[in-house]
């Protein structure tokens, strides 16, 4: 039996380990604060707005932890450049539709190895002249398993079809192995999984199930029967292009022309009415068109008049190319 | 990752509408109703607290940008940041779930991107300036007048939750005041660009005479002074903003 005041790490040692779990930590935060901008989801953004705050206050209590081990505070520090490239890795994909990608990187690769190595470092710190560092690694072990069990129910909701899982299981091996390259987050090598992970208890506070329901869309969007019944016909002639169809429900004055090269141009095969706005008496409606390779957006104000419904105003987005690729490397 | 980002990398999902201010009040006026959601009915309520959703979604990416884009600002600035985008995001969820219970949905009403315009400066100085004193300070006028009239329409969850999201307001116009000086210290020239910005997005944010100093059911927005106060601003301020709200011009 080991004596009770035997140590696996010097100070010099922990507080290098300090930095290094810093590093990881403030960037990122840093990448989960300007990734919301970038992303999309209603659930994506609220998940990642929650752990900035508490990412910042475990990269703070690292950064005061370090005076105590006679270094310098608030510093961070790479283990390797060899991690400067996994980080760097992990903030690349800023595309709108990489969510999945930027989701898998912090809670799938980096999160569960931070759970691993503050594992690995709590069961070897000596619980006699160590326990600062022991109670900020159990503060660590509690705020990761939560984020890694929100992440996990963020990205179920998200990758819906086989396609995206794929394209999420593809980017996490990708990033293991570069992970795997720079030994993690210390340069030390990549510790086992603690097998309780899976018994965290969840926050309600912070439940990501709740963030999905929020960001669920209306079953139907309360609407007049006579728009309803012209926007279904108006949507279903968008698709073919049926442009004599679609005329008919022009305002006096609004020409379909600048919209007719777009929506002939692409096969387009289904159209969806993803939008649903009030201005005033109008109504704001967009449609998402979509083919194997190519999508369009389809934006239209409709004014309520003595024949009825008509667009008053209508707008054709960009065709914007499906499948995004991979990030680089 | 790009530092700062363009105004128009502004992410959404498809449910949202985007339309520049000035086309949203012009066609609202062509149509008989006021450029801004007054809180006379309970359409109007809905639509204000649909507007306020949609800030506090900017007002998380704001900050969150701050925290991004600034690295070498000081570490205690990345914390109060930090700090703001976590309130920021309980905010969106509150307005959300408020929406609910008012019997909206996200996505009822058009986006403007005016708000997250404002929180794009380059310079950490001009940006806690424009959105922790400007846009936050915006918001204690917005949400003192929205309490004010949920105790009046006998709404208990409206008023009770805004009541919260306010003092959450009144602490980043604080962190602002507080960084506006400690960012500046030593560099006057600096300090004055920062004060010009936001005194600019005020000048903005009067929306033409919308926001004035007044009765809560008398004006569309009424300055709360006494808020104003408590978050920190100078009575000379105060009295600035006052009397600007008298000569501004429509967007």
């Not at chain 1, 706005?277 to 449609?287: D, F, I």
């Not at chain 2, 363009?6 to 339309?19: H, I, P, Q, T």
Request: proline fraction near 6%.
């Amino acid at each position: 039996m080991a004596h009770p005041l035997a140590g696996h790490f010097s100070v010099d040692h922990s507080a290098r380990l300090m930095r290094n779990y810093r590093y990881a930590v403030e960037r990122t935060l840093r990448a989960l604060g300007g990734w919301i901008a970038l992303t999309p989801e209603l659930s994506a953004k609220l998940l990642m707005g929650r752990h900035v705050w508490d990412l910042a206050q475990l990269a703070d209590a690292f950064g005061a932890r370090l005076p105590e081990l006679r270094a310098h505070a608030q510093v961070s520090e790479p283990a390797n450049e060899r991690v400067v490239a996994f980080m760097d890795a992990v903030e690349e994909p800023e595309a709108p539709g990489q969510t999945v990608e930027r989701l898998v990187g912090v809670y799938r690769v980096l999160k569960p190895h931070l759970l691993a190595s503050y594992h690995d470092h709590l069961i070897r710190a000596n619980p006699v002249y160590e326990p600062p560092t022991r109670r900020l690694l159990l503060r660590c072990l509690g705020d990761e398993r939560r984020h890694i069990a929100a992440g996990t129910t963020i990205l179920g909701h998200l990758c819906a079809t086989p396609a995206l899982a794929e394209r999420a299981l593809a980017w996490q091996r990708r990033l293991e192995g570069l992970f795997a390259a720079a030994g993690g987050v210390t340069g030390e090598g990549l510790p086992p999984a603690p097998v309780d992970t899976a018994q965290a208890p969840i926050e309600t506070s912070d439940d990501a199930r709740e963030f999905v329901r929020l960001e669920k869309p209306l079953a139907s969007w309360p609407m007049p029967e006579d728009l309803r019944a012209a926007l279904e016909a108006f949507g279903g002639s968008l698709a073919v292009p049926n442009v004599g169809a679609l005329a008919r429900w022009l305002a006096p004055g609004v020409s379909l022309d600048p919209a007719r090269e777009v929506l002939t141009a692409a096969a387009l095969t289904s159209h969806r009415l993803v939008a649903f706005a009030r201005l005033g008496h109008q109504r704001l409606v967009k449609w998402r068109l979509a083919g194997p390779d190519a999508a369009v957006t389809v934006l239209a104000r409709w004014a309520p008049g003595p024949d009825g419904w008509r667009v008053a105003m209508l707008d054709v987005g960009r065709i914007e190319a499906l499948r995004p690729a991979l990030p680089r490397r | 990752m790009e530092r700062p980002i363009a105004y128009d990398k502004l992410a959404r999902e498809d449910r949202w509408v985007r339309m520049r201010a000035r086309e949203v009040a012009e066609l609202k006026i062509a149509q008989g109703f006021p450029p801004f959601a007054d809180l006379s009915s309970p359409d109007s309520i809905r639509e204000r607290v649909h507007g306020i959703l949609v800030g506090e979604i900017q007002a998380m990416e704001g900050a969150g940008r701050t925290v991004c884009d600034f690295p070498d600002a000081p570490w205690e600035f990345t914390m109060d940041m930090a700090r703001q985008v976590w309130d920021e995001s309980r905010h969106v969820e509150i307005y959300l779930r408020l929406l609910e219970h008012l019997g909206g949905y996200p996505g009822e009403f058009p986006e403007t991107t005016i708000l997250w315009r404002c929180a794009c400066a380059e310079d950490a100085a001009a940006r806690v300036a424009g959105v922790n004193r400007g846009l936050e300070g915006l918001a204690c006028d917005v949400f003192n007048q929205l309490v004010h009239i949920a105790r009046k329409i006998g709404d208990p969850i409206l008023e009770r939750a805004v009541e919260f999201v306010l003092a959450d307001e009144i602490t980043h116009v604080r962190m602002g005041s507080k960084w506006l000086t400690k960012l500046t210290e030593g560099d006057p020239d600096r300090r004055r660009k920062a004060i010009d910005f936001q005194e600019n997005i005020d000048e903005r944010f009067n929306l033409g005479g919308v926001r004035r100093d007044g009765d809560h059911e008398a004006v569309s927005i009424s300055i709360a002074t006494d808020v104003r106060r408590m978050a920190g601003f100078t009575e000379e301020e105060i009295e600035r903003l006052v009397k600007t709200t008298q000569r501004s011009q429509v967007y």
